[in-house]
């Protein structure tokens, strides 16, 4: 059974940084396209960034420039390096597969972006 951990997350000031790790129980992460979603209160849940297997990246325009996505393979871990962020980042933020599988979510990690 695949378990996904998320930490990684905190309360900061606007213009801070954070870096989200995203740990998984099995290897499955060597073999597919990984990303970072999130939902903020009230909206629908979003795709943030996302790592094709052989590292390939993109990012959603509300994030582009400011967040990296890493992965590392061999610890079965995905990143994501959270740079000047803003109060509207605020959100529940989660990794899964591309595209998402819904037995795979876990519990999130929240990042909350004070102004």
């Known amino acids: 059974q695949v378990q996904l951990v998320e930490s990684g997350g905190g309360l900061v000031q606007a213009g801070d940084s954070l870096r989200l790790s995203c740990a998984a129980s099995?290897?499955?992460?060597?073999?597919?396209?990984l990303a970072w979603y999130r939902q903020a209160p009230g909206k629908q849940r979003e795709l943030v960034a996302l790592?094709?297997?052989?590292?390939?990246?993109n990012y959603a325009d509300s994030v582009k420039g400011r967040f990296t996505i890493s992965r590392d393979n061999v610890k079965n871990t995905l990143y994501l390096q959270m740079n000047s962020l803003k109060p509207e980042d605020t959100a529940l933020y989660y990794c899964?597969?591309?595209?998402?599988?819904?037995?795979?979510w876990g519990q999130g990690t929240q990042v909350t972006v004070s102004s």
């Open positions: 099995l290897s499955i992460f060597s073999s597919r396209n």
């Open positions: 899964n597969i591309v595209p998402a599988n819904s037995d795979y």
């Open positions: 790592i094709t297997r052989g590292g390939s990246t």
